[in-house]
C-alpha cells in the first residue's frame, strides 16, 4: 500500500534538513525505504529537445519546488539525459537529496535482458550519473527471450554490491509481473518494489482491468507514465492547428476525437473550481488512484514545473473525481 508522510529527510541524506515546502508530503515507493515527492520528473527530454541551460533550469525549478524524483533511462538521447542529470548533481552538491530513477535494455550499446547487458548497462549508468548507487533501476523491457531466472540475479547481484537500492517494472504485463514474484520466491532474491504504467485519463482501460490488481496485491509503488498523454491533458491541444506548436504534437492527433473533448471539458471544469491548470488537475486525478505513487512527467521549460508540482498539493473533492471518471470511461 502507498503511504504517506510528512517530509522530514530525503533518501540518503546524512542529516534532515527543513523541506523548502514545509506542507508537503512524501509517498513510499512500495516495500522500500523510497520516499518520493508524488511526482516524477522525467529526463527523457533532456539532450533531446531541451539543451544544457533548459534542462539545468528546469531541474532548478523542480529541486526548488520541493521535488526529488528524478526519473531517466540509459536510452534517452543515448546516454546524454543521464549526463546532465549527472552535472547538474554535481554542480548543485545535492546527489544526497535526489532519488534517482534509471531504465535499462533499451539502449543500442547493451539492448535487453541478459545478466552481462545488465551489469554493463547498470556501470554505464553510474559513470554517466556520476554516483555510487541507484535508488530505483526499472527494467525498461520485458525481454521474454531471457529466462526471468538470470535477469532476476543479475540485478540481485548489483543490489548486493550496493550499486542499485530497489528495482522495478517497466511495459510488464499482470501475468508477468506474478511470474517474476514467484521466481524471486523461489530463488531468495529481492523481489520488484515498483512497476512503470502507460495511465492517464485518456488511457485507462489497460491498466485498471488488469496491472492495477497484481500491482496491488504485490505492494508495488505505481508511476504512472505518458502522465499527461504527451502533452494534451495539459489543455494545450485542442485543434489540429494545435499540434504544429510543439515537436511532440503528432502524438496527440488520436485523442483529437469526442472522447478527448469531453476530458478536457471535464478538466477545464475542476480546473475553474479550483483555480488550478488543467495539467495540474489531471496529474491530481491519477495522485487519486490506489497504489498511484508518483506521476512521471517532463517539462519542456522551467515555467511549466510549477503546474506540475501543484498536484500532489492539491486533494480534489468527490465530485470532482466522478466527474473526470464519467468523462473519460471506457
Request: aromatic share 6%; glycine share 8%.
Amino acid at each position: 500500500m502507498t503511504q504517506v508522510h510528512p517530509t522530514r529527510s530525503l533518501p540518503g541524506s546524512t542529516s534532515a534538513r527543513p523541506s523548502p515546502q514545509p506542507h508537503f508530503v512524501t509517498r513510499v515507493v512500495g516495500s522500500s525505504d523510497l520516499r518520493v515527492y508524488p511526482l516524477a520528473l522525467s529526463g527523457n527530454v533532456f539532450g533531446w529537445t531541451a539543451d544544457d541551460p533548459a534542462t539545468t533550469a528546469i531541474l532548478d525549478a523542480f529541486s526548488e519546488g520541493g521535488g526529488n524524483f528524478i526519473d531517466t533511462a540509459d536510452s534517452y538521447a543515448s546516454g546524454r539525459s543521464e549526463l546532465m542529470i549527472g552535472k547538474w548533481m554535481r554542480v548543485r552538491r545535492n546527489r544526497d537529496d535526489i532519488v534517482v530513477a534509471t531504465k535499462v535494455g533499451k539502449s543500442r550499446e547493451n539492448p535487453g535482458m541478459r545478466a552481462e547487458a545488465i551489469k554493463r548497462s547498470v556501470a554505464e549508468s553510474l559513470a554517466r550519473l556520476g554516483t555510487s548507487h541507484i535508488d530505483l533501476l526499472y527494467l525498461h523491457v520485458d525481454d521474454e527471450s531471457v529466462d526471468f531466472d538470470e535477469t532476476l540475479l543479475a540485478v540481485d547481484e548489483l543490489i548486493s554490491e550496493g550499486k542499485v537500492r530497489y528495482f522495478g517494472g517497466s511495459d510488464h504485463t499482470g501475468n508477468r509481473l506474478i511470474q517474476a514474484r514467484i521466481a524471486c520466491g523461489q530463488m531468495g532474491v529481492a523481489p520488484m518494489v515498483a512497476v512503470q504504467s502507460h495511465y492517464n485519463l485518456m488511457h485507462r482501460e489497460e491498466y485498471e482491468t488488469g496491472l492495477a490488481h497484481v500491482a496491488a496485491i504485490q505492494g508495488l509503488g505505481v508511476m504512472p507514465r505518458f502522465a499527461l498523454a504527451s502533452g494534451f491533458l495539459s489543455g494545450k491541444y485542442r485543434q489540429r492547428a494545435d499540434l504544429a506548436l510543439n515537436s511532440r504534437g503528432h502524438d496527440t492527433v488520436q485523442y483529437l476525437r469526442r472522447r478527448g473533448f469531453k476530458v478536457l471539458a471535464a478538466l477545464d471544469e475542476v480546473a475553474d473550481e479550483q483555480e488550478a491548470s488543467v495539467a495540474t488537475i489531471a496529474l491530481a486525478w491519477l495522485l487519486n488512484k490506489p497504489g498511484v505513487v508518483a506521476p512521471v512527467v517532463s517539462a519542456s521549460s522551467a515555467s511549466q514545473v510549477p503546474d506540475l508540482l501543484a498536484a500532489a498539493r492539491l486533494p480534489l473533492t468527490r465530485h470532482q473525481s466522478a466527474v473526470l471518471d464519467r468523462a473519460s470511461a471506457y
